[in-house]
């Protein structure tokens, strides 16, 4: 299989335009999609081979097009709905919570609610407080949803793929600060299944289990570590839920050790679900307790230092990891 | 009572089909309130008692692949779509064999074969549902028309605005209804907004609004099918306010006095919409009495037995709880 390296923005176009062209049920909608190319430029040429009735430009209305999906959804269409950033996502949370999310149960499983809604998350792009937020935390709380947190181009094109196949509604978080990311991505088809990890560095001192952009700073960290001796593996949950919990804590009890990295807000977050999901199921496993990184509890700050001191960053990834009372190994 | 002469040339099992779908809500409603007020069925009870005729003529005007979305308020809706009166009695009483096993009760109950999208639990819910199933219709190039059923205090909701806006520049083929039965829950439609008619509304939208009385079946029925028409042609939504009343309180158990006079509730009695009508078949030789006596007592029978079938009906199993949840 040939690869190439491409950015995790055109692994997320390609995915769309291969799944549109496979399914004609498949369909985009969302604000400014199509003749602009969406305001991250991720849809791009796709109104050129698809035309307008299938990348559909919405007006600014999140709730309406949101909504909108969902009865797609219901009816026979399988929508990819884009909402710019997931801090809107709010606007449309009766239409996603409500509705998308609990459709097929309360019919008694009669129901099928196929809809992608993609949006953005994290910051470092002074986007302040209403453009910066990662709230993918709040749509795994809730039974119905499925929520996807892609990381690589690699993993982003395959887990869009099968987000979109999926039948049910599947929040698809990707990280705006990574859409110029570059990485290797095979020419053929490929598929990465929803509910699966991914180890991005083996290791055997340490388990740090990273999401979305904090696996870049998971890696950096383990690159120093390991100058000091510590060998760190990078685990990737892809999935908040589907969650691949036996990869999780298969790697914590051969490590016996655990850092957790998100970039949501820290209180009732991301890091506090896993924690617990380690402590259950590698408590007698571990040799110090899990230490969890993730935004402070502040909102978003528009200043450049002020939003870097709110968003984890390698060093405290780092610093954690000292903390734990690690034995140091001098490398051969 | 409609004297166009239009709805005379109806099919005459159409009228006979519309009395029977409205003695068969009316029936069911009333077994509603007695099964609540038994204690057989648990959450809450809106009773759709004194609207029939809205839900009733606008499924008249319909094709079975056309598709409704609906209310709280739902059960007329389901009935007059062709619901099961068993599987809804069952699903009320939170039954197994019941419409969704015992897991959405009176506000989430649906069948898709029918094209009944679900009754909805939230004020509003229903607007995108019924928008995205236009959407459906249009990509996949058919032509069937979805109706969304909503009251007046819906109209407030901000979905309502930008659903039907979406509808109208994409010229979805949805007829959204207005059920002004007059209060939202204990506010009037004189408090709560500024405008007489909901109607006027379709203005800001560029579409047709249409005004009718609510208890004139035959009205609704003329109306909605004009609606439908210009739905289905590819002309876009429709916004048609039914002005209605809701004989009981906003639930079985809500006195509905705190908030309307007792003259005002019985003025609205007066109009039932099944008496008018049967009053007009009579009068214009469609039925004769006996067999109006006939259809009552069968509707009544067959009410009977739903409400015999789920009280009958096992609960569900424990290990059920958390299936379904994703397909």
């Known amino acids: 299989m040939s690869t190439r390296e491409i950015t995790y923005g055109q692994a997320v176009r390609e995915a769309l335009a291969e799944e549109m062209r496979r399914d004609p049920t498949v369909f985009c909608m969302g604000e400014d999609v199509g003749i602009y190319g969406g305001s991250f430029k991720i849809t791009k040429g796709l109104i050129d081979e698809f035309g307008p009735e299938r990348v559909r430009d919405t007006p600014i209305s999140e709730a309406g097009f949101v909504g909108a999906g969902v009865g797609a959804a219901l009816t026979g269409s399988r929508p990819v709905v884009e909402v710019m950033f997931c801090d809107f996502m709010t606007i449309a949370m009766d239409q996603i919570v409500n509705q998308a999310a609990k459709l097929r149960y309360m019919f008694g499983g009669k129901a099928r609610v196929p809809l992608t809604i993609r949006t953005t998350i994290g910051g470092g792009r002074s986007g302040a407080a209403q453009h910066s937020q990662s709230l993918h935390a709040w749509f795994a709380h809730v039974p119905g949803l499925k929520v996807v947190v892609p990381s690589t181009p690699y993993l982003v094109k395959g887990l869009l793929k099968a987000s979109i196949r999926d039948d049910n509604p599947v929040i698809f978080c990707e990280n705006k600060t990574l859409y110029n990311t570059r990485g290797p991505v095979p020419e053929d088809e490929y598929i990465v299944p929803l509910g699966r990890a991914w180890i991005h560095r083996p290791g055997r001192d340490l388990t740090i289990i990273a999401t979305s952009s904090l696996v870049y700073k998971a890696l950096d960290a383990a690159t120093q570590l390991a100058e000091q001796g510590i060998e760190a593996e990078v685990v990737d949950p892809c999935t908040l839920y589907p969650l691949d919990v036996e990869t999780l804590a298969g790697s914590v009890r051969k490590t016996h050790r655990c850092i957790i990295a998100d970039e949501g807000v820290r209180r009732y977050g991301v890091t506090a679900e896993l924690v617990s999901v380690i402590y259950e199921n590698a408590f007698d496993d571990l040799d110090a307790p899990v230490a969890r990184i993730g935004a402070s509890e502040n909102p978003m700050p528009f200043s450049p230092p002020l939003e870097a001191a709110t968003i984890p960053q390698t060093p405290d990834i780092v610093r954690a990891a000292q903390e734990m009372g690690m034995p140091i190994r001098i490398p051969a | ?327």
């Open chain 2, 1 to 327: 009572m409609d004297e166009s002469g239009t709805c005379a040339q109806l099919e005459r099992s159409t009228l006979v089909w519309m009395l029977r779908k409205m003695l068969e809500i009316r029936e069911f409603e009333l077994a509603v309130s007695d099964v609540y007020k038994r204690g057989l069925m648990p959450g809450l009870a809106h009773l759709y008692v004194g609207e029939e005729a809205i839900a009733v003529g606008a499924c008249a005007a319909l094709r079975p692949t056309d598709r409704i979305t609906s209310t709280h308020r739902g059960h007329g809706h389901c009935i007059a779509k062709g619901g099961n009166l068993k599987l809804m009695m069952a699903e009320l009483m939170g039954r197994a064999p019941g419409y969704c096993g015992g897991k959405g009760g009176s506000m989430h109950i649906a069948d898709l074969d029918l094209g009944i999208l679900g009754a909805n639990g939230v004020v509003g819910g229903g607007f995108g549902l019924a928008t995205g199933s236009g959407l459906t219709a249009r990509l996949q190039g058919r032509d069937d028309v979805t109706l969304c059923f909503f009251g007046d205090g819906a109209s407030n909701q901000g979905i309502f605005h930008e659903s039907i806006n979406l509808a109208s520049i994409w010229k979805l083929p949805v007829v959204y209804i207005c059920e002004n039965n007059q209060y939202g829950i204990s506010m009037s439609q004189a408090r709560s907004t500024n405008i007489r008619d909901i109607a006027q509304r379709a203005q800001a939208y560029g579409i047709p609004g249409m005004v009718v009385d609510g208890n004139d079946v035959l009205a609704v029925h003329r109306t909605i099918t004009e609606a439908v028409t210009h739905a289905r042609a590819g002309d876009g939504p429709v916004l048609v306010e039914c002005k209605t009343y809701r004989w009981f309180g906003h639930h079985v158990g809500d006195p509905g006095s705190e908030y309307r006079t007792n003259d005002e509730v019985e003025e609205w009695k007066k109009r039932c919409p099944i008496e008018r009508y049967r009053r007009w078949l009579v009068e214009n030789g469609v039925m004769e009495q006996p067999a109006i006596d006939a259809l009552v007592a069968s509707v009544q029978q067959e009410v009977k037995e739903a409400v015999a079938f789920a009280e009958n009906s096992p609960f569900p199993e424990r290990s059920e709880v958390t299936t379904n949840v994703y397909a």
